[in-house]
């Protein structure tokens, strides 16, 4: 491994880890982390491989942009949780941060799990989940929205969700992507 990678490596890792840290106390991703760091994904890019380099980040910031914005629409997250890993795509590219992003998905549902758990909440937690899902299947096929609308009569608006921090899971399916060989040959 060369110094490109551990600058980058340095670098990413400080992020996701101050952002990690924030969302977990604060339950959001600022912007002030966010867009600073995806300029320096770029800008890095661009110092090391020039203008391939720079088009290489911002296919990635594009790319994981994309990755999360339809569960965005469909509420499945928030805004900061899709700019996090947009930045991450900055410094990526897109193999890499859809080598992390299938990471995070790996990772996400153990936080979940334990969270509902421990706040006793499986049954309308599970409720909500399948209206998502069924919302989201809506985009592809519209008739299945209807269903989606059925569960959302069967929800008790008057019991909060589990909060989990989902910029936690993307922090660690990105240390995963950068530090392991998790789907390498998958990606390139």
């Known amino acids: 491994m060369d110094w490109q990678f551990y600058a980058y490596a340095a670098v990413l890792t400080s992020f996701v880890v101050a952002v990690s840290i924030f969302d977990i106390h604060q339950r959001r991703i600022p912007n002030f982390l966010v867009f600073p760091a995806a300029l320096i994904g770029l800008i890095l890019n661009f110092l090391v491989r020039g203008w391939d380099g720079l088009f290489f980040g911002l296919k990635g910031l594009g790319f994981g942009f994309l990755l999360l914005f339809i569960p965005y629409l469909v509420g499945g997250m928030k805004a900061g949780d899709v700019k996090f890993l947009m930045a991450i795509g900055a410094f990526m590219g897109t193999a890499d941060v859809l080598r992390a992003s299938l990471a995070t998905v790996l990772c996400y549902p153990i936080f979940a799990a334990f969270a509902v758990i421990k706040e006793r909440k499986m049954g309308i937690t599970w409720l909500r989940f399948r209206r998502v899902l069924w919302n989201f299947l809506g985009f592809f096929a519209p008739g299945l929205k209807l269903y989606a609308i059925c569960l959302d009569g069967q929800d008790d608006k008057s019991i909060s969700s589990v909060k989990t921090p989902f ?15 998790f789907l390498t040959n998958f990606s390139r």
Not at 167 to 181: E, F
């Open 167 to 181: 910029g936690v899971a993307i922090a660690l399916g990105t240390l995963i992507a950068i530090y392991t060989n």
